[in-house]
């Protein structure tokens, strides 16, 4: 990938020791975007789990993923082994997924118009629970419906390297590290570029100890 790219990236911002990374064409890392908001966020991932409970899915290809994942919005990110798709009911219990609470609604739409994206309304939150040791490999997120709006992802808790290639599978990716309270958000050109989370390391958090959770905010439907 070049870097002649990086054109029509928004400017970087500072405020209260925020600002914006430009890691992509139309992709940004808003450092500490959420910080303020942690607790709020935590809290309200809690409430999510009680009636949604974190789970490993299985791949298409029958492997068990690693990383534990529930959704809350009006549909949910789900895999099994008929493949991948969005549903609007949690397939463990049959019901509707969790209403995607304010504070997470606000705070995505928040980050999408710092990073260049207003008007983004999400209906799909998918939640990610990593331990030490846990991966995501690299994909492309392709399942929605509507590709022109980004997708926002938020880092809470034990910092992970985020890894963000281009628009082919091959494209060696760059190495971002995530910390607590950072938002990466990519779309427009970089919309479909290959992404991952490398095997994330031992350490213990203030707020989430040995976790990171993770915040994937998308339009589905
Ligand atoms: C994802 O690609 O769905 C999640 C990425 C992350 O955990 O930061
Ligand atoms: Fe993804």
Known sequence: MTFDLFDNLPEPDSRGG?????????A?????????????????????????????????????????????????WVSDERGYRYDPNDPDSGRPWPAMPAVFVELAREAAAAAGYPGFV?????????????????HQDRNERDLHAPIVSVSLGLPAVFLFGG???ADRPARIRVAHGDIVVWGGPSRLFYHGIAPLA??????????????????AG
């Not at 789990?49 to 809350?72: D, E, I, K």
């Not at 999400?122 to 690299?138: E, K, W």
């Not at 031992?202 to 339009?219: A, Q, V």
């Open 122 to 138: 999400p209906d799909a939150c998918l939640i990610n629970r990593y331990t030490p040791g846990t991966r995501l490999s690299l």
């Open 202 to 219: 031992d350490g213990d958090h203030p707020l989430l100890g040995t976790l990171r959770l993770n915040l994937t905010f998308r339009k």
């Open 167 to 169: 628009a082919r599978r």
């Open 28 to 76: 940004v890392v808003l450092r500490g975007f959420a910080l303020s908001r942690a607790l709020a966020l935590r809290q309200a991932i809690e409430q999510v789990h009680a009636q949604a409970p974190f789970r490993h899915l299985v791949t298409p290809g029958g492997f068990r993923m690693s990383v534990a994942m529930t959704n809350c919005g009006t549909l949910g």
């Open 18 to 26: 925020e600002h914006s990374e430009a890691i992509g064409p139309g």
